[in-house]
């Protein structure tokens, strides 16, 4: 993304990195605190919250990442806020990202868990493909341990936006999801 796309996407404003990002060695209390604020934002939403998952690096096991709780929450239409935004502003989590021209993602910050969560449309494709690449960082240990030298790698150069951070990754991701059947 250039820094336009970045400030645009952003609703209250991008807060700069300038610096290295910050990746640590895996957590199993990752899933504990994916658990508890799953079953927080159900009894928030109950049937509007058609799925949640726990995705991202914190979600594959012996592979380190930022130490910030990936999360997928399903609605019928990200894009219809009213049904889902306010009970979750009202909860604490805070809209941060609105990219309406892809998939109409939508991402909060978490209350008192760092967290990003990251809402897409049922249906969407990007859903599948942040699934099908956990489950094959999952289960294939060679391109998990490439994935984790290259964040490594990049982690250690110095970012103006984490987002920049994430958007070196693209390379080495699509080889991956090329190779697990996703392009």
Known sequence: MTEQEIHAAHVDGVIPLDGQVLIVDYDPAWVDAFE????????LLAERAMRIEHVGSTAVPGLPAKPIVDMLLVVNDSSDEPPYVPALEAAGYRLRVR??????????????TDINLHTFSAGCREIDRMLGFRD????????????????LDLARRQWRYVQSYADAKDAVIGDIMTRAGFQ
């Open 36 to 43: 508890r604020e799953a079953r927080r934002i159900r009894m």
């Open 99 to 112: 990219e309406p021209d892809w998939y109409a993602h939508r991402m909060f910050k978490g209350t008192d």
């Open 136 to 151: 094959w960082l999952r289960a294939n240990p060679s391109d998990r341990d490439l994935y984790a030298r290259i964040k």
